[in-house]
Nanobody, 118 residues
Framework: QVQLVESGGGSVQAGGSLRLSCAAS????????MAWFRQAPGKEREGVAA????????HYADSVKGRFTISRDNAKNTLYLQMNSLKTEDTAVYLC???????????WGQGTQVTVSS
């Protein structure tokens, strides 16, 4: 059974930091690209960052470049998102996903809430 379980969300003041984790099981984590998405109330889900299966190639949304860092530990089947210099507009539910070869998402986690206050 495939599972993606996010953790590390919470409430933080603007300018603060959080580190999200996504524990994966039930599929070959090391062979899939992984990604973080977020969805704010009333808004569409948007891609935040993605990382190739090997971990050597990453992509970021313009809105988070220079502030967020995606990484993975294939030995621990875990995906991470280090979020620094958080802004109120970063408030959302953050979800991790496992990609198909064509880049679309095959598996999703349930999400973790991140709330940034001013």
């Amino acid at each position: 059974q495939v599972q993606l379980v996010e953790s590390g969300g919470g409430s933080v003041q603007a300018g603060g930091s959080l580190r999200l984790s996504c524990a994966a099981s039930g599929f070959t984590f090391s062979s899939r690209c992984m990604a973080w998405f977020r969805q704010a109330p009333g808004k569409e889900r948007e891609g935040v960052a993605a990382i190739y299966f090997s971990g050597d190639v990453t992509h970021y949304a313009d809105s988070v470049k220079g502030r967020f860092t995606i990484s993975r530990d294939n030995a621990k089947n875990t995906l991470y998102l280090q979020m620094n210099s958080l802004k109120t507009e970063d408030t959302a539910v953050y979800l991790c996903g496992a990609c198909r070869r064509d880049g679309t998402m095959k598996y999703w986690g349930q999400g973790t809430q991140v709330t940034v206050s001013s």
